[in-house]
């Protein structure tokens, strides 16, 4: 069991920056990929980035490549997104979830447990 609880949301200007955390609990954290999703007003949740039980292997949306940072730290049970030069289009519920395996995947149904979510705002 991991229960996670995502923070850092809000609202920011086009071209800011904000960094997403995400605490788990459970002693299976450090075994697991561990994602981030993000789900917009009528729209489906999408993928945002992955990354591996070590932290070796990261994977990225097209659309977040190169602005968007994924990390984790297993000695403390978090797992971090670093958002730089945001779009509008970046506004939507950001969750954290831990998946099923240890290499990281961009498919949701491969993610056993979810958090909260936590809005992020970017205005123009």
């Known amino acids: 069991q991991v229960h996670l609880v995502e923070s850092g949301g809000g609202l920011v200007q086009a071209g800011g920056s904000l960094r997403l955390s995400c605490a788990a609990s459970?002693?299976?954290?450090?075994?697991?990929?561990m994602g981030w999703f993000r789900q917009a007003p009528g729209k489906d949740r999408d993928f945002v980035a992955a990354i591996s039980y070590s932290g070796g292997d990261t994977s990225y949306a097209d659309s977040v490549k190169g602005r968007f940072t994924i990390s984790r730290d297993n000695a403390k049970n978090m797992v971090n997104l670093q958002m730089n030069s945001l779009k509008p289009e970046d506004t939507a519920v950001y969750y954290c979830?831990?998946?099923?395996?240890?290499?990281?995947?961009?498919?949701?149904?491969?993610?056993?447990?979810w958090g909260q979510g936590t809005q992020v705002t970017v205005s123009s």
């Open positions: 979830a831990a998946n099923k395996f240890a290499l990281q995947t961009i498919l949701s149904r491969d993610y056993i447990y």
């Open positions: 459970g002693r299976t954290f450090s075994s697991v990929a």
